[in-house]
C-alpha cells in the first residue's frame, strides 16, 4: 500500500499544461506592463505619487522582467547568474 496522493496520466498532463498556459500568460502581462511604464515620463510617475527611487526601481525591475520574458520567448540569452528579482523585491516590499 502506497501513501500520498496518486496521480494519474490525465493528472500530471493538466498539471504541466495548465503551468505553460499560467507561464505564457504571465510572460505576455509583462510585456503588456513593460510598454505601459515605458509610455510613462518620469513626471508622470512623479505626479502620481512616485519619488526618484521608486521610478528607477519600477524600471529597473520591468526592464529585467521584460529581458526574462525575451530569453522565455526564445529573443535573447543571459550569459551569467542575475536575480531577476532584484528590483521586483521592492514592489513587494521585502528589500
Do not use: C
Request: glycine share 8%; no cysteine; proline share 1%.
Amino acid at each position: 500500500m502506497s501513501l500520498g496522493y496518486s496521480s494519474s496520466k490525465n493528472d500530471i498532463d493538466s498539471m504541466l499544461g495548465g503551468l505553460a498556459v499560467d507561464v505564457r500568460n504571465v510572460f505576455s502581462k509583462v510585456k503588456d506592463a513593460k510598454l505601459m511604464v515605458d509610455a510613462l515620463t518620469d513626471q508622470e510617475l512623479i505626479d502620481r505619487g512616485y519619488d526618484a527611487t521608486d521610478i528607477a526601481r519600477i524600471r529597473s525591475g520591468a526592464g529585467d522582467f521584460d529581458h526574462l520574458a525575451d530569453i522565455y520567448l526564445g529573443d535573447d540569452v543571459q550569459a551569467s547568474p542575475l536575480d531577476f528579482r532584484r528590483f521586483t523585491k521592492f514592489w513587494l516590499g521585502t528589500a
